[in-house]
C-alpha cells in the first residue's frame, strides 16, 4: 500500500467539507464514467472481505500542513498553563510536525481557525454563507406555497489561498498512482458532494507527493484521517476515542435515477481523529472495513458498497492515564 498527500485548491464554494468516505464514492464513479462497469467491479473486487487490502483510502481533506486534533479527552494532554477551557477546545488543528512529539503534548501545540488562516495569509479558513433557491412549478411556470416555496442552503466557502491535503492510500497492484490522480482531477472538473452539478465543489489538484507520517517506537494506536467503521474489529472500549458521524448517504451519479430511490441506508461512523488501540497493529496504513454489498447499504443497487476504512497515523497512547 502507498500513500500519497495531495494538495488542492479549492475553486468554488463546497456543500460542506470534504469527508474520505463520499470522495471515496465519487472516485468510484469517476473510475465508472472513466473506464466502465468493468473496471470498477475488478477494483471493487474483495472490498468487504476484511483482508485490508481496499483498492483506495481517501482521507478527509485538511488545512495544508495540519491534521485535526485527535479526539481524546482534554484531561489525557499536559495541562496549558492559563488557557480557557472553551479556547482550547476552538483549538482543532496540529501541525503534521507534533506527530514527532509525545501526545500529550498535541494540545499546547494546537491552533484554532484563525491561526491556520493567518499562516495561510487568508482572513479566515472558511465561512458558511446562505444561499437562497427556489423550486419552480414547470405548471405555472412560477414559484409558490409548499414545496415551490423559496428556501436556502448553506454553502461552505473557504477563504481565498487555503490549500487543502488530502492522504490517499492505494494498493496500486489495483489502481496505480498516475490512474488515481487522473480520477482525482476528473472529480475536481465536475464538482464534489451537493449542488455539484450547479457549480459547487470544484478544486484544482496542485501537488502530489509520496506521504508517510513519523512515528514513535511502539506505536500502540492509530489515529484516523477519514471516518472509518471499528465497529466489530475487536478493540477494547477501553481504548477506543471517537466522535460518532453517521452517515445518511445518498447515490450519485446516474444511480439517482434508481427505481429504488436515491438514499442508502444510514450508517454509523467514527468522525476523522479517531484514536484507537487494537491489540495488534494493522499491517497496512488503514483501519476499519468495507461496509456494505449484498443490499445491506441499499437495496436500489444491492452491491453498493461504504468506505468504512480510514488512513491512519501510528502513535503511542498512554492507555493507563486516568
Not at 498527500?5 to 479549492?10: H, S
Not at 423559496?150 to 461552505?156: F, G, S
Not at 448517504?249 to 454509523?268: C, D, E, I
Request: glycine share 10%; hydrophobic share 40%; charged share 15%.
Amino acid at each position: 500500500m502507498e500513500m500519497l498527500r495531495i494538495v488542492i485548491e479549492p475553486r468554488s464554494a463546497f456543500g460542506g467539507p470534504i469527508r474520505g468516505d463520499t470522495l471515496f464514492g465519487q472516485l468510484c464513479w469517476a473510475a465508472r464514467n472513466r473506464w466502465g462497469e468493468l473496471r470498477l467491479q475488478a477494483l471493487l473486487e474483495g472490498y468487504t472481505d476484511g483482508d485490508g487490502r481496499p483498492f483506495a483510502v481517501c482521507s478527509d481533506a485538511f488545512p495544508s500542513g495540519f491534521l485535526p486534533r485527535p479526539a481524546l479527552p482534554l484531561y489525557r494532554y499536559a495541562p496549558v498553563g492559563d488557557a480557557d477551557r472553551k479556547a482550547l477546545k476552538k483549538r482543532r488543528w496540529i501541525p503534521i510536525d507534533a506527530l514527532s512529539q509525545p501526545m500529550e503534548k498535541w494540545l499546547a501545540l494546537s491552533v484554532d481557525d484563525t491561526a491556520v488562516a493567518t499562516q495561510a495569509s487568508a482572513t479566515s479558513l472558511a465561512v458558511n454563507r446562505p444561499q437562497p433557491h427556489n423550486s419552480i412549478n414547470r405548471c405555472s411556470g412560477t414559484t409558490g406555497p409548499g414545496a415551490f416555496a423559496p428556501y436556502t442552503q448553506v454553502q461552505h466557502w473557504y477563504s481565498p489561498g487555503i490549500r487543502l491535503d488530502v492522504y490517499l492510500v492505494l494498493n496500486t497492484q489495483c489502481l496505480t498512482a498516475d490512474e488515481a490522480i487522473l480520477l482525482l482531477r476528473d472529480i475536481g472538473l465536475t464538482g464534489y458532494g451537493r449542488d455539484a452539478s450547479i457549480g459547487l465543489g470544484k478544486f484544482e489538484v496542485l501537488t502530489v507527493e509520496a506521504a508517510s507520517f513519523t512515528a514513535p517506537s511502539q506505536p500502540n494506536a492509530c489515529f484516523t484521517l477519514a471516518p472509518c467503521a471499528p465497529q466489530g474489529l475487536g478493540i477494547p472500549t477501553d481504548r477506543a476515542f471517537y466522535e460518532v458521524f453517521t452517515r445518511f448517504g445518498r447515490h450519485g451519479g446516474q444511480a439517482v435515477f434508481a427505481p429504488g430511490g436515491p438514499f442508502k441506508t444510514p450508517v454509523l461512523l467514527a468522525a476523522a481523529g479517531g484514536v484507537f488501540g487494537p491489540d495488534t497493529m494493522p499491517v497496512h496504513t488503514v483501519i476499519g472495513q468495507g461496509l456494505g454489498g449484498q443490499g445491506r447499504i441499499s437495496k436500489a443497487l444491492p452491491d453498493t458498497v461504504q468506505q468504512g476504512y480510514a488512513p491512519y497515523a501510528a502513535v503511542r497512547v498512554n492507555w493507563e492515564a486516568s
